[in-house]
């Protein structure tokens, strides 16, 4: 069973479109995260939600909107694509926020590219 | 958000000792400090982490210097397998203003040569 399981694996889209990433974690895990990688590998945070409810939002266009239903899942929406949307996004969960020794465990990762 | 240093790149010999370096002069008494490694193609994935002593555990043990100021990743005989990106991050606990987030920084970049 894979712990965080993120899906599509890859998506290609064109511009203006909109489309959705989904992730689950099978952990029991109370937090979970989307992280964007773009093409220079920079790894950057996008959101946080911690049992349900939003904690960190990274200054993400209003375009982006997670969704969680239950703690377990954590699915990303993207309203009119544009190019430099295009990238990698890493779903990740941990068991708290509170601790700074919780430590995450990532998915594999969605490749989007936007036409 | 404090920060950490880390050199762009690093070549091992395979089977030898890597010591990865990092600088982390500005951290709080309160941060952790945590190594992600990121292979090929793949999401991070969690190395080690430690607060004041140091951790060992099967992947790796780290190093953490008395101030705190620095730690060093160490890999006790590096295999192909270990080429990646490592990511040397610290972490503070959520409340108080901080928001306990995970920052990645550009990590140092491990080439094994067989």
């Known amino acids: 069973d894979t712990a965080v399981s993120q899906t599509p694996k890859y998506l290609v889209t064109q511009m203006g479109n909109d489309k959705s990433i989904k992730c689950e974690q099978n952990?029991?895990?109370?937090?979970m995260y989307w992280y964007k990688q773009d093409s220079k590998k920079f790894l950057k945070i996008m959101f946080s939600y911690n049992n349900k409810e939003l904690i960190i939002n990274e200054t993400v266009p209003n375009r982006f909107s997670p969704k969680s239903p239950d703690k377990a899942h954590l699915n990303l929406h993207i309203n009119s694509l544009e190019l430099g949307d295009s990238a990698v996004y890493f779903c990740a969960s941990s068991q708290g926020l509170v601790s700074g020794a919780n430590v995450l465990t990532f998915g594999a990762g969605s490749r989007l590219t936007v036409l | 958000d404090a920060k950490t240093t880390q050199p762009n790149s690093m070549e091992s010999n395979e089977e030898e000792p890597v010591h990865l370096p990092c600088n982390h002069s500005t951290i709080s008494g309160t941060d952790y400090i945590h190594w992600y490694r990121q292979l090929p193609s793949q999401g991070p994935e969690y190395v080690i982490h430690?607060?004041?002593s140091n951790v060992n555990n099967r992947m790796a043990s780290l190093a953490i210097a008395e101030d705190r100021k620095s730690s060093t990743l160490i890999l006790h005989r590096a295999t192909l397998r270990d080429a990646a990106v490592y990511y040397c991050i610290l972490r503070d606990s959520f409340g108080s203003g901080n928001t306990g987030k995970l920052i990645f920084g550009q990590g140092t970049t491990l080439q094994v040569k067989p």
């Open positions: 952990l029991g895990h109370d937090t």
């Open positions: 430690g607060l004041t």
